[in-house]
């Protein structure tokens, strides 16, 4: 099993970039995936979450109205289209899955099961 992320890089204030999680080794359409976020010194936090069809998603208030997450079961790929980039917006982004199908949409740590490697996000201002 295994989550790729990639899409991050440097970009201003302002502007915006879309991030990619390509899964294999799993049927992912299955499960509920998410994104999430850890900048420098602090704890990593939620992003965002999108159910098992794309049907559902939901956002931290902080991102809300600037950032969409969605899929492409047939691809077995998760995106972040994120605009309107904001300096503290800058973290390294991680792409999670949750196994256990009794949600339809998660929003914590401890909901999901296993984790990407993180693409590095950097806005400058």
């Known amino acids: 099993v295994q989550l790729q992320a990639s899409g991050g890089g440097l970009v201003q204030a302002g502007g915006s970039l879309r991030l990619s999680c390509a899964a294999s080794?799993?049927?992912?359409?299955?499960?509920?995936m998410g994104w999430f976020r850890q900048a420098p010194g602090k704890e990593r936090e939620f992003v965002a979450t999108?159910?098992?069809?794309?049907?559902?998603?939901y956002y931290a208030d902080s991102v809300k109205g600037r950032f969409t997450i969605s899929r492409d079961n047939a691809q077995n790929m998760v995106y972040l289209q994120m605009n309107s980039l904001k300096p503290e917006d800058t973290a390294v982004y991680y792409c999670?899955?949750?196994?256990?199908?009794?949600?339809?949409?998660?929003?914590?740590?401890?909901?999901?099961?296993?984790w990407g490697q993180g693409t590095q996000v950097t806005v400058s201002s």
């Open positions: 080794g799993r049927t992912f359409s299955n499960y509920v």
């Open positions: 999108i159910s098992r069809d794309g049907g559902s998603t």
């Open positions: 999670a899955v949750r196994w256990n199908r009794n949600l339809r949409l998660a929003t914590t740590q401890a909901d999901y099961d296993f």
